[in-house]
């Protein structure tokens, strides 16, 4: 009886040791995969993921859908930001996309601080006599720029290509600013129009700016 018992124990162990070998290999597999650093293409979709992220949901508190700033995701994306920037790429490529994500998070962290600030003093001077109202401009109708280039119509119609479901514009807003100012030079002097028309436009789900010579900055 007592040799049964010791036979059937042996068995056990025996039909028990693959087994364990098996979870100490998946273990071993898994400790590989977790010390693996992630490809530098994952860091920065991810990066692209969450900056978009921050553009809608800044798009939602200023018109009011959530009460306060996404402040701890902006938070999130400038820690990122550091540890890339301390980071060695060897390829080229992987070192102008940071660089062009993180030329598009300042551009979008310059509009927010500036409608932030906007937005503030607009509160403390309602006690005041009223200001006029800051002139908006409707980027799908169209924005006409005649000899001067508003602030608000560069803001207007950067905010109307990043609306769109991609990454949003590859510039920062200093560069849109001078492109559209270049681009209304050019068309003014081979045409000899007053004004320039920009409009954003949505095709096959992807915003594209275009423009048109118009004959007077009143136009549309």
Do not use: W
């Not at 040791?17 to 490809?39: F, G, V």
């Not at 996404?70 to 080229?92: H, K, S, V």
């Not at 600030?117 to 006690?127: N, P, Q, T, V, Y």
């Not at 600013?177 to 007053?194: F, N, S, V, W």
Request: proline share 5%; aromatic share 6%.
């Amino acid at each position: 009886m007592r040799a049964a018992l010791t036979d059937a124990a042996a068995r056990t162990r025996d039909a028990a040791a693959p087994d364990a070998a098996a979870r100490l290999r998946a273990q071993q597999q898994a400790a590989e995969a977790a010390a693996r650093p992630t490809p530098p293409a994952q860091l920065f979709d991810q990066l692209a993921r969450e900056i978009r992220q921050l553009q809608v949901e800044f798009e939602r508190f200023f018109n009011g859908a959530l009460q306060v700033p996404p402040e701890e995701l902006r938070g999130r994306i400038q820690g990122q930001l550091r540890n890339l920037r301390n980071t060695t790429f060897r390829a080229a490529a992987d070192n102008f996309r940071l660089a062009e994500l993180e030329a598009r998070f300042n551009s979008y962290n310059e509009l927010f601080n500036r409608r932030l600030r906007d937005r503030e003093e607009g509160r403390r001077g309602a006690h005041r006599a009223a200001a006029p109202e800051a002139q908006t401009f409707d980027v799908e109708r169209g924005v006409v720029v005649g000899e001067t280039l508003l602030p608000e119509m560069v803001e207007a119609l950067y905010v109307g290509l990043a609306a769109g479901p991609t990454d949003g514009p590859r510039f920062d807003l200093a560069s849109f600013e001078t492109y559209l100012a270049r681009q209304a030079a050019a068309i003014r002097t081979k045409t000899g129009c007053a004004a320039v028309q920009f409009r954003v436009t949505d095709e096959n789900g992807k915003k594209k700016l275009k423009a048109r010579p118009v004959t007077s900055p009143g136009a549309s």
